[in-house]
């Protein structure tokens, strides 16, 4: 439903399809024809330009000259789409119609009619001025975008602040007060629950476009005592840390590499240093947080170092470090409160356990560690702290990284086990503890689980020494104090915010993106992008969505997973097999061969592609060093819906892992023996 | 609760003694800023020109003089002082200075206001104020 953003039908208010299909504008001969994207390549060279591959555009193409209004036929009547937005963004209250309409008519007066009900008893001091409601016309096409743009279907739709409302339906549903509240003056534009990706990312924009914006952030401690400062998980707790130790574990590979290259290394064991890392690492997060600190303040956001909560519909009260309560009143309200690692309900396992949220900046070094979960989170720390040299064992319930493409995910196990790491299946019902954890050691605990007999199907508890035990079995939505309920914004059973695009379905001026937006990747950039556009979108009357489709993305195991749009049982799922044609290979990274690196055997990657749609790829997936570098890149040609050919057009680069994707003529079919990589 | 205590120093040299006056364990506050030429009395360094009054400024407000810490004003030279590659200033692992006026913590490397930055009233409070 999200696949195309740049979903338009304004002659001349898109900018971004205008450019990309700006030869229609120079190309008057087709004016009048439905364009189609073949057309459009017609004086392209026979193999086609990018362009050949672009989905075709689902309006008609503009004409060279713009017709003056008056010449213009019934359709093109109206305020131009980019115009009507921005109008609808300025005005209190604007409802966009067609006009010519009796039942539109009858609709709008009874718009006016429920709010000249809101208007204060004549001896009211100040009271509420009920602005007059600007009709903004608009034509069939212009609506059926900002239909699109809104997922609203009533109409005559109304516009409130620039928030779209709905229907009349939409309007009678709102309390009264809250209507009449809504219409009051507050002190901000905007207020940001949540300093983290999304929540910095938009604030900062609205703060661009002029707007009043406090952004409020507060890191209530782990139950491990862990807090940290502004930026949110992704800088803190997340892709920063790890990818900095992912990085740190690599190292000691390459020290390992460099014999085989004729360096000469001192006799004796290389050892790593948890603390001099941990510090290292740290160091470069407090520079992070202190520049956030200062952009926010030289983009003028009011930054509050304080947990947020609804108090009303249009209220925050703002809780600081000594318990000092704020109020804060806004017209908007973002939600960008992410998630925080989830415990199992056992005893002992609050105490005795760590997270991710603890692991960056555990005082001690980890020693002999157990990974509980199956998550990306749980095998990325598994794989760094084992490269780091450390005994780690995973232990998980089902199947790996679920979501992501199995037959991708049983290649990470395989080379996770040969690489050194241990799996256990199961799921730890005790922890004892034998010996307290100090700042300066780790402790000493005991794991239980029930372990099954293979033969007998017989469960016997079991048991293991670890000295930390990392829980990393999912991530949850930090929602419950916000005051969600008391204003009544919906959420879903994962206690994210449903939303209409990225407007609460509920509260039409809360907002929520990132992690706690239901149904949509939790992605730093996901939600840098969201905030962004949104902040566009709902201050200056954008038309512009966040597409959250075939967003690439790495898990960076030791030996990287790089993916973009689906994965094989998702394809297989929506396609069918029968319409599925996958090409693959195994290859073998030149700068792996020297040191006969053990990496080399599980280099993998895939093509997932449509058999009727000319093998339009559809999915991307490869298994490497730098997967991500190369994910990133390729991401594009899935964007611009690629095929197969065009992989084939395109010449590689020698000698790199990601030229495999040139030259890809395997056909993966089922009951295949494993692939062997060959030299070049 | 002795809050802020101010010192000046007149180079690299006069720095490192102040620092070792004050001694460890301190919250230490560096300005690094051009030195004023005598007859006009006003440094070479136009940022710092503009920086020096909104830090004075900062320095006596209450909620920042009441804090404990120590603040260094250091005087980097002149210009051909201040733009010679091995001037202590810029080869101190610990400073690294790139540019004047900079503000910095002592000891904490993340922490650094630049040129333009310091002519932020609001941003040079936080830098004081924030503890975090």
Redesign the interface.
Known sequence: MFATSSWDSDLYGMKSLTDLFGCFKRNPRRGDEPASANQSTSDSPPMGAVASGMPPPKRRAPTETKTPPGERNVDDTGVPLKEALKQANDAKIAVFCSGNDEEEEKQISEIEAILKTLKDPPETEKPLEIPEVQRIQVNSSSKKAIQYLTLHDSWPLIYIKGNAVGGLKELKALKQDYLKEWLRDHTYDLIVIGGGSGGLAAAREAARLGKKVACLDFVKPSPQGTTW??GGTCVNVGCIPKKLMHQASLLGHSIHDAKKFGWKLPEGKIEHQWGHMRDSIQ??I?????GY??QL??KTVTYI?SYGEFTGPFEISATNKKKKVEKLTADRFLIATGLRPKYPDYPGVKEYTITSDDLFQLPYSPGKTLCVGASYVSLECAGFLHGLGFDVTVMVRSILLRGFDQDMAERIRKHMIAYGLKFESGVPTRIEQIEEKTDEKAGRYRVFWPKKNEETGEETEVSEEYNTILYAIGREAVTDDVGLDSIGVERAKSKKVIGRREQSTTIPWVYAIGDVLEGTPELTPVAIQAGRVLMRRIFEGANELTEYEQIPTTVFTPLEYGCCGLAEEDAIKKYGKENIIIYHNVFNPLEYTIPERMDKDHCYLKLICLRNEEEKVVGFHILTPNAGEVTQGFGIALKLAAKKADFDRLIGIHPTVAESFTTLTLEKKDGDEELQASGC | MPGLQHYTAQGYEAYKQTLETIGKGKRVVALFTGSKNLSTGQSWCPDCVVAEPIVDQVIQDTVVAAIDVHFITVFVGNREVWRDPAVGFRTDPSLKLTCIPTLLEVGNKAKRLLEGQIANKNLVKDFFVDED
Do not use: K, P, T
Request: proline share 0%; hydrophobic share 35%.
């Open positions: 400062g502004l160091d470069h407090a520079s992070l947080n202190w600190r200062v303040r030289e170092n």
